[in-house]
């Protein structure tokens, strides 16, 4: 049964928000479970100029899922009930169960030791400053819980520090982070998916609510973002290994940012047009940056820790999307009034795609200036 299947038929039956919540959490650790050993795995699996197509397809492929995701996500919720959301991806669940026996090669297994005081720190720092930012924007950022949360968020960080800077098998050694090619990738990793994708949940809401779309609709005009994902992977997506990576990646974060100042175009009484030209400009954004990422974050690290690196940069881009819908969603309930709200949430999102560009662009030329580049 694959990892997914068992928490989204939790997520489907679940009889009130505190179930659905678990469910979700299960959801969670079963996907960091999948996408940790899936770009390695990729990594592993091709060689040369394949591997860069591998890389390019599965881009392309995480589009279109988004895309058709979007739509039968708002379809179904407008027909049936948001249940079958999670009961539709079931029969998905079981399919890739089935293809991944009969395609993917039993590999000799070596033991390996699990860090687990490294992945319950971070976890626990993770958790603390995602609650703090959620807490702050509804209760105020001097709220006792509020700090609390990020107290303990920064108190956990710390001990992830120490911990992995004692174990003998760490989860990520920490000699990676004196590399500023891979601090580079993994700024604009945990930038340019909130800037790209974390206003969404917002901006359905102003959909739904002020512009008097229905579900199904709203699921149409964000689609749009995705499209434009899909067809930049799809057709730029090979090409784009020849470029240097700190354009691929640090350009497209910044343009992820220039798109999230088009959105600024919304005003009171406007209508889902206006959105599109900045859909379009964060969809092709994350189309160059997500083709290049894996073997960017390959070629950041030294080939025994290639596969780290690589799930360290894909961590980083969940990381960031979770603390992005949090920031970004207490930015917009901050204001009564919701084009304001979607101000202060384009105005935030696009500084996090344009400074995480920069960075990534700045640091990684400091690398190729000083020869930092691992070989």
Known sequence: MPAHRVPVLGCGLAGDV??????????GVAGAAMFATLLPLIGLAYRGRDKARAFAVWGAVAGAAAGVGNVMGGMLTQLLSWRWIFHGAVPVCVATLLLSMKVL????????????PGIVSLTLAATGVTFGFVRGGEAGWGDPATLLGFSLGAAALIAFLLVERASAHPMIPLALFRKPDFDGLLIASGAYYPAAFAFLPVLSLWLQNDAGLSSFATSLVLTVQPLAFFATSAAAGGALHRVPARWAVGGGCALVGTGDLALLA????SSWPVLLPGLVLTGVGAGLVSPVLPATAMAAAPPAHSGVATAAANSARQLGLALGIALLGTAFHTYRLHVSGLHAVFLLAGAIGLGGGMAAVALSSYATRRGLVAR
């Open 18 to 27: 505190r179930l659905l919540i678990a469910a979700r959490a299960v959801q």
């Open 105 to 116: 090669a039993a590999d000799a297994r070596t033991p390996t030791r699990v860090d687990w």
């Open 266 to 269: 919304v005003e009171p009484g």
